[in-house]
């Protein structure tokens, strides 16, 4: 085992009190996404206590870079959004929300404060590694178009151009000292379905006279579901779900229009393409049929999370040397989105699950739940695997 893990283990659990601390910080005084102002000030003020310098950017988020001996030689990211929720928390904590329907209810305030502590590690063993440490704290995963685009707009993956990129999201299915990864597509893309069915009501007893918008949608919603099991490739996964449908007429008024919204979820871009056109077609077309018409709109969400294989296996081999290999697990595919998956499509990533669940300690409960919480143990390893996995990756030629 090499010394220098060993050192970084060290200054994990030197740093833990710090790390906890944060991270207590941080939730107490959650802010949503795109508002993330008092949480860069105290990020930034943090690095500066380490000796980093960061810059602002996409507004309310921040990037900075650690320099080791031979900066230029190679680049390694490392991603943590750092938004919370409209969600009123119930947990009773010493350091529960004070931002009274705000909460850290998705880990971001986990994944800040282990990043910041992931820093200070990095900054001190500096002279021990070669290569360029960036480090990217992101605004706004929870809300379109996401940070992470922004981020990306704004330059966050040039000068220096990263090699790779890693980020790390907590999992209240894995239990606490376990870390997941998966090679290859892992999370969905996910684009919100906006429909309306226009037709012409009047009275229930006389359809004759009416278009009805209530038969031309439920139409639409069962023949929207042969797109997926007869045009998609059975080999991709993919979901269609509408949880809105409104129909406001009554026992015997027809409506003049249904409102209908959906999700639909693909883990590839071409097909994610293809499916949203056939949508269309064929809401438009079958409302036409049947004398109505249809306005197909859709909000675009998050492209699929692509994981780049080799990366994740080196990766999960750094771990298995953290953690032990009984530590760490395989990932099925998860279906929900993030936006980390922007970074995928420019730059070799890993995205990979920190374990928080301890059913023993009642910490169970899922994300965006307003009684969600962690095993603040993932913040004493977490933060130091992190920063094993950058130089293991550095130290790659
Ligand atoms: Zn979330
Ligand atoms: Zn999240």
């Known amino acids: 085992m090499s010394s220098i893990l060993e050192k970084i ?17 941080i939730h107490q005084n959650p802010e949503l996404s795109f508002h993330e102002f008092e949480t860069q000030a105290f990020i930034e003020a943090q690095l500066a206590s380490y000796g980093i310098e960061s810059e602002k950017i996409a507004n309310t988020g ?16 490392l991603r943590a959004d750092i938004d919370a ?21 998705c880990g971001h305030d986990v994944h800040a404060s282990s990043l910041l502590a992931t820093a200070k590690i990095l900054q001190e063993i500096k002279g021990d590694f070669e290569g360029t440490v960036k480090l990217l704290f992101q605004p706004a995963e929870e809300k379109a178009p996401g940070g992470a685009s922004i981020m990306i707009k704004e330059g966050a993956l040039e000068n220096p151009k990263p090699n790779g990129i890693l980020g790390q999201h907590v999992a209240t299915n894995i239990p606490v000292g376990k870390i997941g990864f998966r090679e290859g597509m892992y999370m969905a893309s996910a684009d919100e379905l906006y429909l309306t069915v226009k037709g012409l009501g009047g009275h229930g007893a006389m359809p004759d ?18 797109i997926i099991s007869r045009n998609k490739n059975p080999r991709l996964p993919s979901v269609l779900t509408f949880g809105k449908f409104i129909a406001n007429g009554a026992t015997n008024v027809i409506p003049d229009e249904v409102k209908i919204e959906g999700t639909f979820r693909a883990m590839d871009e071409t097909w994610r393409a293809e499916g949203l056109a056939k949508m269309k077609k064929l809401a438009e077309g079958m409302a036409e049929a049947m004398g109505g018409s ?12 692509q994981n780049n294989p080799e ?57 965006h739940t307003p009684n969600f919480n962690i095993d603040e143990k993932a913040l004493v390893h ?13 130290s790659q030629i």
């Open 9 to 25: 283990k060290q200054l994990a659990i030197q740093n833990s009190n710090e790390t906890i601390a944060n991270r207590q910080h």
């Open 62 to 77: 921040l990037i900075a870079l650690i320099e080791g001996r031979n900066p230029s030689k190679k680049v390694i990211a």
């Open 85 to 105: 929720l409209p969600i009123l928390e119930t947990n009773d904590l010493p350091y529960k929300s004070k931002n009274t329907g705000v909460m850290h209810a």
């Open 209 to 226: 006279n009416c278009i009805d918008p209530v038969v031309i949608a439920s139409h639409i919603i069962v023949a929207m579901q042969q």
């Open 294 to 305: 249809c306005d197909f709109h859709v909000l675009k969400g998050y492209p699929f999370l």
């Open 311 to 367: 990366l994740t296996r080196r990766m999960k081999s750094a771990a298995i040397e953290y953690m032990g290999e009984e530590n760490v697990i395989d990932l099925d595919i998860w279906m929900a989105a993030e936006d980390f998956a922007f970074y995928t499509h420019h730059v070799d990533a890993c995205f990979y699950r920190l374990g928080i669940r301890n059913e023993a300690n009642g910490i169970i409960h899922g994300v």
């Open 382 to 394: 977490g933060p130091g695997l992190m920063a094993w996995m950058a130089i293991q990756e550095l």
